[in-house]
């Protein structure tokens, strides 16, 4: 077994959080030694948590039409990645919405499993990813970074998060969709282009 492969291994088999959640985590990564396009999310929704496949809702409907991809490139190209900062759905909390990523996750995992990777583009979506991913570089908040997406080089691309509770701030923020979305599908495009021939 591989290196890559053995640690999405003891990823999957993790139960790090059970404790803490009250239920069976359910660890949900999609990477391999293909993987070009990476996306860096927050954690899995109920939804993913029970599907077992990155981005089953209607953020990961959004996310694709920010990308340009089909369902169908999305989970059936090896190219394009996910591997979101928990890799477990963390519960819902009372207030609405789940709960944060628990920083456990990132800290037991990340540093490995990026260490088997060589992607060339890595989408940082919402503040968890970008805040653990751009440091002190990061602005002071998720519009701002985003807005200053062109300062992180073609290699990161910060985003907000494609949730349904995001519509109001892009119909806010119209020049994300004129302006960081076709960037966007311009990069995922060269990169699948060019690897396909």
Same mark, same amino acid.
């Given at each position: 077994?591989?290196?890559?492969?053995?640690?999405?291994?003891?990823?999957?088999? %993790?139960?790090? %959080?059970? +404790?803490?959640?009250?239920? #069976?985590?359910?660890?949900?990564?999609?990477?391999?030694?293909?993987?070009?396009?990476?996306?860096?999310?927050? +954690?899995?929704?109920?939804?993913?948590?029970?599907?077992?496949?990155?981005?089953?809702?209607?953020?990961?409907?959004?996310?694709?039409?920010?990308?340009?991809?089909?369902?169908?490139?999305?989970?059936?190209?090896?190219?394009? =990645?996910? +591997?979101?900062?928990?890799? %477990?759905?963390?519960?819902?909390?009372?207030?609405?919405? $789940?709960?944060?990523?628990?920083?456990? %996750?990132?800290?037991?995992?990340?540093?490995?499993?990026?260490?088997?990777?060589?992607?060339?583009?890595?989408?940082?979506?919402?503040?968890? +990813?970008?805040?653990?991913?751009? =440091?002190? #570089?990061?602005?002071?908040?998720?519009?701002?970074?985003?807005?200053?997406?062109?300062?992180?080089?073609?290699?990161?691309?910060?985003?907000?998060?494609?949730?349904?509770?995001?519509? =109001?701030?892009?119909?806010?923020?119209?020049?994300?969709?004129? $302006?960081?979305?076709?960037?966007?599908?311009?990069?995922?495009?060269?990169?699948?282009?060019? $690897?396909?021939?």
């Amino acid at each position: 077994m591989d290196r890559l492969a053995a640690v999405l291994e003891r990823i999957r088999a %993790c139960r790090a %959080c059970q +404790a803490d959640f009250g239920f #069976t985590p359910r660890p949900v990564v999609m990477v391999s030694h293909k993987t070009k396009i990476l996306i860096c999310g927050q +954690a899995p929704g109920r939804r993913v948590h029970e599907s077992g496949l990155p981005f089953t809702d209607p953020s990961g409907d959004r996310l694709r039409d920010w990308m340009g991809v089909s369902k169908a490139e999305f989970y059936g190209d090896g190219r394009i =990645g996910v +591997a979101a900062m928990a890799f %477990c759905f963390p519960g819902t909390s009372p207030k609405g919405g $789940d709960y944060p990523p628990p920083k456990r %996750c990132a800290e037991l995992w990340r540093q490995e499993l990026m260490a088997e990777l060589q992607p060339e583009l890595i989408l940082l979506v919402g503040t968890y +990813a970008q805040t653990y991913r751009l =440091g002190k #570089t990061a602005k002071a908040s998720v519009t701002e970074t985003v807005r200053a997406f062109r300062d992180y080089g073609p290699d990161l691309i910060p985003l907000p998060h494609p949730s349904w509770r995001n519509t =109001g701030w892009l119909r806010q923020n119209p020049w994300f969709e004129a $302006d960081v979305a076709p960037y966007v599908r311009q990069r995922v495009r060269a990169i699948l282009s060019r $690897d396909a021939t």
